[in-house]
Nanobody
Framework: QVQLVESGGGLVQAGGSLRLSCAAS????????MGWYRQAPGKQRESVAA???????NYVESVKGRFTISRDNSKNTVYLQMNSLKPEDTAVYYC??????????WGQGTQVTVSS
């Protein structure tokens, strides 16, 4: 089993920054992809950013140039630095870990609210 614990959400004004963290524990294994998803009220959950264990990243178009995903493999932790936040970034942000077996694990989610 894998446990993911997120932290760092909150309320921020438009143009501000937040940094989300997600610490993984349990049967992680070395090869995996970690990522961040978000779900706004009334909308489907969408992938925001992902990073492989070797550091390859990808982002949804709407956050490119504003968000940066990174990971510290020694701490089994993934981060999402969010800059120039917009009201449309408001959502519950979830951390996810994908193992090579195809299993996906989710964190409990952390609320990010951006006021205009």
């Amino acid at each position: 089993q894998v446990q993911l614990v997120e932290s760092g959400g909150g309320l921020v004004q438009a143009g501000g920054s937040l940094r989300l963290s997600c610490a993984a524990s349990g049967s992680i294994f070395r090869l995996n992809v970690m990522g961040w998803y978000r779900q706004a009220p009334g909308k489907q959950r969408e992938s925001v950013a992902a990073i492989t264990n070797s550091g390859t990243t990808n982002y949804v178009e709407s956050v490119k140039g504003r968000f940066t995903i990174s990971r510290d493999n020694s701490k089994n932790t993934v981060y999402l630095q969010m800059n120039s936040l917009k009201p449309e970034d408001t959502a519950v942000y979830y951390c996810a870990l994908d193992r090579t077996t195809g299993s996906r694990y989710w964190g409990q989610g952390t609320q990010v609210t951006v006021s205009s």
